[in-house]
């Protein structure tokens, strides 16, 4: 039931979520609110840019979480549930205890430097809460996922695949990320960091990720049959909230939209990336350091940008360029190039 080979469209999506991420970042500065979490915050804001960013929004966080799940698939085939943990806590934990400690309180020097705060040693989580969650469902779900494993060629297996097999068998994972909005009421649906809604749809996520991949070949040929059933689905209800529910759209509706994107964007990526290339051997080992480490180059940017009297759309522009350029001159010549760093960083 399973796939054996290696899924290209997979690491290409994770890479290109990360790439969002940043995107996504970057336009929190340019938002009259942005202080207000944690970022430097421009004086002239442009609010116009958060229209496109709600669209991303619903789905960018829910979409890694579902790839982190599908990469524990992959990593089960050939690994025992001690040897999965223990390399999971090598490239989960060790990074994410370390970036508690070091990374994350660099750009919390440089916001209170911005400000004019007493500067203080703060660790903490910070962006990387997600690693957190992501160490949780692995020590939660891993038994569920070894039995799994011992289902495949079984009839329950044949069970799950034939219920993949059309839209309809989709009802019951939408039903639960809905009902997990309804429980829990998050206001905003878009709140995932440090919250039980971001945790717990998080949680949904990877295991569906993980189950996603498991049903095997039924599931993605019926994306490739109803991708546009799921694209209709999500840009209409974007539109739908943009004209009827500014600026809080109804939880369930947000869960609804959110799932319709990521399917959409699992089909297309199926579709179109499911090849190897150079580019994505090389990025895809670079996405998970740079996610590390990007906050201290976008925090170092808006500081040194902000202040330049050209367009805000220009300024934009820059600290996108800064924050990339950054992130990749300090893995292409510290972090790959200097052994005892990449375990720190999640590489091999």
Same mark, same amino acid.
């Given at each position: 039931?399973?796939?054996?080979?290696?899924?290209?469209d /997979?690491?290409?999506?994770?890479?290109? @979520?990360?790439?969002? #991420?940043?995107?996504? $970042?970057? @336009?929190?500065?340019?938002?009259p609110?942005? /202080?207000?979490?944690?970022?430097?915050?421009?004086?002239? =804001?442009?609010?116009s840019?958060w229209?496109?960013?709600?669209?991303?929004?619903?789905?960018?966080?829910?979409? #890694?979480?579902?790839?982190?799940?599908?990469?524990?698939?992959?990593?089960?085939?050939n690994?025992?549930?001690?040897?999965?943990?223990?390399?999971?806590?090598?490239?989960?934990?060790?990074?994410?205890?370390? !970036? %508690?400690?070091?990374?994350?309180?660099?750009?919390?020097?440089l916001?209170?430097y $911005?400000?004019?705060?007493d500067?203080?040693?703060?660790?903490?989580?910070?962006?990387?809460?997600?690693l957190?969650?992501?160490?949780?469902?692995?020590?939660?779900?891993?038994?569920?996922?070894?039995?799994?494993?011992?289902?495949?060629?079984?009839?329950?297996? $044949?069970? &799950?695949?034939?219920?993949?097999?059309? =839209?309809?068998?989709?009802?019951?994972?939408?039903?639960?990320?809905v &009902?997990?909005v309804? %429980?829990?009421h998050?206001i905003?649906?878009?709140?995932?960091?440090?919250?039980?809604?971001g945790?717990?749809?998080?949680?949904?996520?990877?295991?569906f990720?993980?189950?996603?991949v498991?049903?095997?070949?039924?599931?993605?040929?019926?994306?490739?049959?109803w991708?546009?059933?799921?694209?209709?689905?999500a /840009?209409?209800l974007?539109?739908?909230?943009?004209?009827?529910?500014?600026?809080?759209?109804?939880?369930?509706?947000?869960?609804t939209?959110?799932?319709?994107?990521?399917?959409?964007?699992?089909?297309? !990526?199926?579709?179109?990336?499911?090849?190897?290339?150079?580019a994505?051997?090389?990025?895809?080992? @670079? @996405?998970?350091?740079?996610?590390i480490? $990007?906050? %201290?180059?976008?925090?170092?940017?808006?500081?040194?940008?902000?202040?330049?009297?050209?367009?805000?759309?220009?300024?934009?522009?820059?600290?996108l360029?800064?924050? %990339?350029?950054?992130?990749?001159?300090v893995?292409?010549?510290?972090?790959?190039?200097?052994?005892?760093?990449?375990p720190?960083?999640?590489l091999?």
């Amino acid at each position: 039931m399973s796939l054996s080979e290696r899924r290209h469209d /997979i690491d290409w999506i994770r890479v290109i @979520a990360i790439g969002l #991420l940043l995107v996504y $970042h970057v @336009a929190i500065g340019f938002q009259p609110w942005g /202080i207000m979490i944690g970022f430097i915050g421009n004086e002239r =804001p442009w609010q116009s840019l958060w229209v496109p960013m709600t669209l991303l929004n619903v789905w960018r966080i829910p979409l #890694l979480f579902f790839v982190s799940g599908m990469g524990v698939y992959f990593a089960l085939r050939n690994r025992t549930w001690s040897q999965l943990l223990q390399e999971r806590a090598k490239r989960i934990l060790l990074p994410f205890l370390f !970036g %508690i400690v070091t990374i994350v309180p660099i750009h919390i020097y440089l916001w209170q430097y $911005h400000y004019h705060v007493d500067l203080n040693y703060t660790p903490g989580p910070g962006h990387l809460w997600f690693l957190g969650n992501l160490f949780s469902y692995v020590v939660i779900l891993l038994p569920l996922f070894f039995f799994l494993k011992r289902q495949e060629g079984k009839p329950f297996a $044949h069970w &799950a695949a034939n219920l993949l097999r059309t =839209p309809l068998g989709l009802l019951p994972v939408f039903a639960l990320f809905v &009902a997990e909005v309804l %429980i829990l009421h998050p206001i905003p649906f878009e709140l995932y960091a440090m919250t039980w809604h971001g945790f717990f749809l998080g949680l949904q996520a990877f295991f569906f990720g993980f189950f996603f991949v498991w049903c095997g070949r039924s599931f993605w040929n019926m994306l490739l049959r109803w991708w546009w059933l799921f694209l209709t689905t999500a /840009i209409g209800l974007f539109i739908f909230r943009l004209v009827f529910f500014q600026p809080v759209a109804p939880a369930y509706l947000l869960s609804t939209e959110s799932n319709c994107w990521i399917l959409t964007v699992f089909a297309l !990526g199926y579709r179109y990336l499911n090849r190897p290339s150079k580019a994505l051997s090389y990025l895809s080992k @670079a @996405a998970y350091p740079i996610y590390i480490v $990007h906050m %201290i180059f976008l925090y170092l940017g808006s500081l040194l940008i902000f202040p330049l009297r050209v367009s805000v759309p220009f300024q934009f522009i820059l600290v996108l360029l800064f924050t %990339i350029g950054g992130c990749f001159l300090v893995y292409e010549l510290v972090i790959r190039r200097i052994r005892f760093l990449k375990p720190l960083f999640g590489l091999n």
